[in-house]
């Protein structure tokens, strides 16, 4: 008898201490978009997973087309993801919402980033999300289309410039001069952005919230942008930036912007020359900075720890490794941890020496309903529906209800 009421409280105590561990075990749910979770990250999450004793972290890769709205809805319904990569236009909304939490980006950390990457992901004095995906933009250029024509395979440094040359081209042979983005997608909302912001014209002041689209830099860039459509390809209201990549390598245009990743999508057989977003007549060769984050969700019971995690997916080897393999322009300084190479090449340079002249993705609550207002504008302008400075005013007057 005596051995079974010490072996019962042998149990009971067995038990006790297995259920105190449930109940301090930590389940947290990382979302990431794309096709896969790459081995760098989980790399990151099982070192993590094992310097946090009872710590489990569950990785999910989800679609790029679903990948977004999936975190917002599930925070919505009040079950939300521990962290997730989101586009950082999606920021204020979910911080005006309550459903992530500002984060606290360590010291060290900050000084690695690119001048200007934080203020892709600030609103209100916090910062919203840890910076994770990261690029600017470039004119890419067809030589043999270019030669053909007669010209020299440079970057223009003026819109009068590269008007004249999309101009010679088409009338010297029959191409497209240049590429323009008119579909009702994100990026010909971003292809108009680097023309607006090449031009000294911004949509909203970051730090006081007031719309400032209405000024005679976006009417000139509006007017501007929808002239090229007369040396573009057909119905430019028809595509979006990955269709004008099939284009450029089918020799259909001559020219297109695109981002440090088109390099790796173009033909090998072309000749491609790249060069600055070139200059408006009150600006300087300018470019969209345009970020993607890994957010922390609110409501977790977890956000520090989400955000120790998150810190680590977004630095060192692992934020090193997306940045290469995807083709980015990179977010940090690496030479600081002592990695040079790619970014050293003069290739790169071009889009690392840009970062100082660009400007941030807009922030507005509804980015959905801003994206629709900004593309009804510009397919306006293309269509010759109204008067651009109407179609600024307009716009400027619809963007009050959704910042």
């Known amino acids: ?204 002041d970051p730090v006081t919230n007031e719309i400032t689209l209405d000024s005679p830099n976006t009417v000139e860039t509006l007017a501007f942008y929808a002239k090229l459509a007369n040396v573009s390809q057909e119905g430019p209201l028809a595509w979006e930036r990955s269709q004008l990549t099939e284009l450029f390598n089918d020799e259909k245009i001559a020219m297109y912007i695109n981002g440090p990743w088109g390099r790796g999508q173009h033909k090998e057989e072309l000749n491609v020359n790249t060069a600055r977003i070139p200059a408006g007549p009150n600006g300087q060769q300018g470019t969209l900075l345009i970020t993607d984050s890994v957010a922390v969700f609110n409501n977790t019971g977890h956000e520090d720890l989400a955000s120790q995690l998150v810190a680590q997916l977004c630095s060192g080897d692992a934020q090193y490794d997306l940045d290469t393999s995807w083709g980015l322009t990179p977010i940090m300084q690496y030479p600081q941890i002592g990695k040079v190479a790619p970014y050293n090449e003069d290739y790169w340079m071009m889009f690392i020496d840009a970062i100082g002249d660009g400007g941030p993705e807009p922030l507005f609550v509804d980015y959905k309903a801003f994206q629709s207002v900004m593309n009804s504008m510009i397919q306006g302008a293309i269509l010759g529906e109204g008067d651009p400075a109407d179609l600024v005013a307009e716009a400027a007057e619809e963007l009050e209800e959704y910042k």
Not at 20 to 38: K, L, N, P, T, Y
Not at 83 to 106: M, Q
Not at 145 to 160: F, H, N, R, T, Y
Request: net charge negative.
């Open 1 to 204: 008898m005596k051995f079974t009421f010490i072996g019962s409280l042998l149990t009971a105590f067995i038990i006790s201490i297995f259920s105190s561990f449930q109940a301090m075990a930590i389940d947290m749910h990382g979302v990431m978009c794309g096709g896969e979770i790459r081995a760098a990250d989980q790399a990151v999450v099982d070192k993590f997973m094992a310097d946090n004793p009872g710590v489990n972290v569950t990785m999910e890769a989800v679609p790029w087309g679903t990948c977004q709205d999936k975190v917002i809805n599930l925070a919505i319904a009040g079950d939300p993801v521990s962290f997730s990569y989101v586009g950082s236009r999606t920021l204020k909304g979910l911080a005006e919402n309550g459903h992530i939490v500002a984060v606290d980006i360590p010291e060290a950390q900050k000084k690695m980033y690119q001048p200007g990457i934080l203020d892709t992901v600030s609103y209100k004095g916090d910062v919203w999300g840890f910076p994770h995906a990261f690029s600017t933009k470039a004119l890419f250029m067809n030589c043999g289309i270019l030669e053909k024509a007669g010209l020299a395979c440079e970057g223009p440094q003026s819109w009068d410039e590269l008007y004249s040359m999309a101009e010679t081209v088409k009338n010297k042979t029959g191409i497209a001069g240049i590429g323009l983005t008119g579909k009702d997608f994100d990026n010909t909302m971003h292809q108009f952005l680097n023309y607006l912001y090449s031009n000294g014209g911004q949509v909203i």
